[in-house]
């Protein structure tokens, strides 16, 4: 049975990655920064729910411990936050710390499980807006920047391990109905999360350290 790891799980995308992947037959192993709250999360078939607040370095460490040596077919780092709305240092701060240094740090953590299975596969879920080729209108310049600085880190670690067999992607997942997009967005959590699954089902070794949107588009620095 193969196994997923899914970031911050208890509510939007993650969550509708966690039913899909286990509705699919998928071991999915859940991550919740306050797990006991995460109450739907709990009620699926086949997930796990394990504590993860990837600012704290010892939360990881803890976190990695639990899993031993267990081989890890699939990480998806999900777990984000949008962030401030105008110039504040300390939250600026917070946000690169969440939403890039975690997630690297993560990745560092979990190479050696990722790398027992024969697919293993890292995906963080960015945006289109860490595109500098695509901003035409310089809004959400904070949150801009943290994804745009996750996208080169996660590059640079699919380069650093090139030949170790893995295969990291950065995803879009569309303008997406939840806390976060709204409820006038374009898509369901269903559709982006089925799209964006196709695609990591797709990834292939020569496609490591690429950008692409749910629907298979391929984005441009």
């Known amino acids: 049975m193969a196994t997923v790891i899914i970031t911050g799980a208890n509510r939007g995308l993650g969550l509708e990655m966690a039913k899909q992947y286990a509705a699919n037959g998928w071991d ?3 991550t919740a920064r306050e797990p006991e709250k995460a109450k739907e999360l709990k009620a699926i078939d086949k ?5 993860l607040d990837a600012a704290d370095d010892a939360s990881i460490e ?26 504040d240092r300390d939250q600026w ?20 499980n990722v790398t027992k299975s024969a697919d293993g596969k890292m995906v963080v879920i960015s945006s289109q807006v860490g ?10 310049m904070y949150y801009r920047t943290s994804k ?6 996660w590059h640079s670690l699919a ?3 090139q030949d170790e067999g893995l295969t990291l992607a950065m995803l879009h997942p569309g303008w997406v ?4 997009g709204g409820a006038n967005a374009d898509l369901t959590p269903e559709e982006s999360v089925e799209g964006m699954r196709a695609v990591i089902d797709g990834l292939s070794h020569d496609q490591n350290g690429k950008f692409y949107d749910y629907s298979g588009r391929e984005i441009p620095w």
Do not use: C
């Not at 701060?93 to 190479?111: E, M, Q, R, S, Y």
């Open 28 to 30: 999915v192993i859940s």
């Open 47 to 51: 997930v796990t729910v394990m504590h």
């Open 62 to 87: 803890k976190f990695v411990a639990q899993l031993a040596d267990r081989p890890v077919d699939l990480f998806i780092n999900n777990a984000g936050i949008y962030g401030p709305t105008e110039l």
């Open 93 to 112: 701060l917070d946000l690169f710390n969440v939403n890039v240094v975690g997630p690297v740090k993560l990745a560092t953590a979990l190479k050696d």
């Open 131 to 140: 595109s500098i080729a695509e901003n035409d209108s310089g809004n959400m």
């Open 148 to 153: 745009a600085a996750v996208n080169q880190a």
């Open 159 to 161: 380069q650093q391990w």
């Open 177 to 180: 109905q939840t806390d976060m």
